[in-house]
């Protein structure tokens, strides 16, 4: 490719279009292997949950405090493994910064500052419900969006969907990942913990190798370190008893309505309030219903908010409670996300998303 070409890079300077970013190969095999680790994700979840409410419920919690060299099994996976996970995060940070859909203002203006309402706004909603509670430190719980999940669930749609819509949601996620590093290291973290040593480590990486890392590493994270990680905190068990921790109801229900509610209206409010100041568009073909449905999609906060959570509490009835509140909110979440975007007007084909996976039925 000649130097100046369009999609070259020059210095620090790359200019593809947003549809010419979606079809080109490191995007779409990114999106195809989130979307597909997003179905083991939902296995692994599942079986912790049948685990720990099965006959047998102490096994579970054996099993993960086993022992080992330094930490114990759990640990050894949130600690050491997820900091995989976040290597891969730092990369792809890199590669949209440098070359992607935030390396220019116009672009990256839209999906960022919807970005920002989608953290704001649940905060402030989990902050509310938990106000003077001893869950009060668990506002940053609510803040995150698992795009495996959410792009999996938008994988249904196939090309009924548009494909700037997409590249949107990549876009804002990775902006809603650089903002849950970035609370994580002020308020949870700091120091030196492994998974901010990796962050840091993947964005170090020149943008010249990050494709293909991210190429051999990421099928790694999305369908072993994920699901490993949903195995291993995923499995709470749902009795009636579950809820019984001084605040535990507040921080389930603080969790769910901010995850549900806060994440589609500060993402909707914050887009529309971009593009009335005229600071960002809309992609091509995208419309404001499909903005809402990606918004009530970007509650899926399962996996960075279970990390978090994990973080933010010191006893487990209130850990326990998050967890409820972050899996009951995913369902939700994904259902209606599904409906809003299942009521949109559906995209001309793209050929772009021909191997997104399979589409709903036309309404």
């Keep these: 490719m000649a130097p100046g070409a369009p999609g070259s890079l020059v210095g620090n300077e790359t200019m593809p279009a947003p549809v010419r970013s979606l079809r080109s190969s490191a995007v779409r095999e990114f999106l195809a292997t989130e979307a597909a680790g997003g179905a083991v994700l939902v296995v692994a979840a599942g079986a912790a949950l049948v685990w720990a409410n099965s006959p047998w419920p102490s096994s579970y919690d054996d099993v993960w405090h086993t022992e080992l060299p330094l930490l114990d099994l759990r640990h050894w996976v949130n600690d050491g493994l997820m900091a995989l996970f976040f290597f891969v995060v730092g990369v792809e940070v890199k590669r949209e910064l440098v070359v992607g859909e935030l390396s220019t203002r116009r672009r990256a203006t839209l999906p960022v500052v919807a970005a920002a309402g989608g953290m704001a706004v649940p905060a402030a909603i989990y902050a509310a419900f938990n106000a003077g509670g001893p869950g ?95 195995l291993a905190n995923a499995g709470v068990r749902l009795d009636a008893g579950a809820l019984d921790a001084p605040g535990a109801t507040r921080v389930a229900g603080g969790v769910v309505v901010a995850l549900v509610v806060g994440k589609t209206v500060g993402i909707a409010l914050a887009a529309r309030a971009a593009v009335a100041m005229r600071v960002g568009e809309l992609p091509e073909g995208v419309s404001w219903t499909h903005v809402v449905g990606v918004g009530a999609l970007a509650g899926i906060g399962f996996t960075v908010s279970l990390f978090v959570a994990e973080l933010a509490f010191d006893t487990e009835g209130l850990r326990a409670a998050a967890k409820i509140g972050i899996i ?28 997104a996976g399979p589409s709903l039925p036309a309404s």
């Design 328 to 355: 009951v909110a995913s369902v939700a979440a994904s259902a209606v996300g599904a409906l809003v975007l299942r009521a949109a007007q559906p995209a001309a084909d793209d050929p772009a998303l021909a191997d």
């Design 136 to 230: 009060a430190s668990g506002w940053g719980v609510p803040m995150a969006t698992d795009i495996a999940f959410a792009v999996g669930v938008l994988a249904l749609f196939g090309s009924r969907i548009p494909s700037g819509l997409k590249v949107f949601l990549l876009s804002l996620a990775i902006a809603d990942d650089i903002g849950a590093v970035a609370v994580i290291a002020l308020f949870y973290a700091g120091g030196v913990h492994p998974t901010l040593v990796a962050v840091v480590l993947g964005l170090l990486v020149p943008v010249r190798f990050a494709e293909r890392l991210e190429r051999r590493i990421h099928p790694v994270t999305s369908f072993f370190v994920l699901p490993l990680f949903a």
